[in-house]
């Protein structure tokens, strides 16, 4: 069992700047593929980012260059650090994981959600 507590969200303006952590419990937080999701209201939940056991990282093209995702396995904490956000980025951002070395890459191969952190961009 892995439990997983986004904070980090907010209200920030157009052009501003969040930081998101993810902390997660309950197994070795080493051997879990991480990623972050997020769903606009009336949109379904779309696939941000991930970061593989090695490090590896993937991001959907339209955040490509703002967004960044890390880990600190010390600290059982991922983060994401969002630059340049528009009021597109609004929604709310779900911490994922994944138990073992394959990467995350749809809602179809996470194991383990948090409750989500609700991000708002204002114009």
């Known amino acids: 069992q892995v439990q997983l507590v986004e904070s980090g969200g907010g209200l920030v303006q157009a052009g501003g700047s969040l930081r998101l952590s993810c902390a997660a419990s309950g197994r070795t937080f080493s051997n879990n593929a991480m990623a972050w999701f997020r769903q606009a209201p009336g949109k379904e939940r779309e696939f941000v980012t991930a970061i593989s056991r090695d490090g590896s990282t993937n991001y959907v093209e339209s955040v490509k260059g703002r967004f960044t995702i890390s880990r600190d396995n010390a600290k059982n904490t991922v983060f994401l650090q969002m630059n340049s956000l528009n009021p597109e980025d609004t929604a709310v951002y779900f911490c994922?994981?994944?138990?073992?070395?394959?990467?995350?890459?749809?809602?179809?191969?996470?194991?383990?959600w948090g409750q989500g952190t609700q991000v708002t961009v204002s114009s």
């Open positions: 994922a994981a994944r138990i073992g070395y394959m990467a995350i890459t749809t809602g179809r191969t996470v194991d383990y």
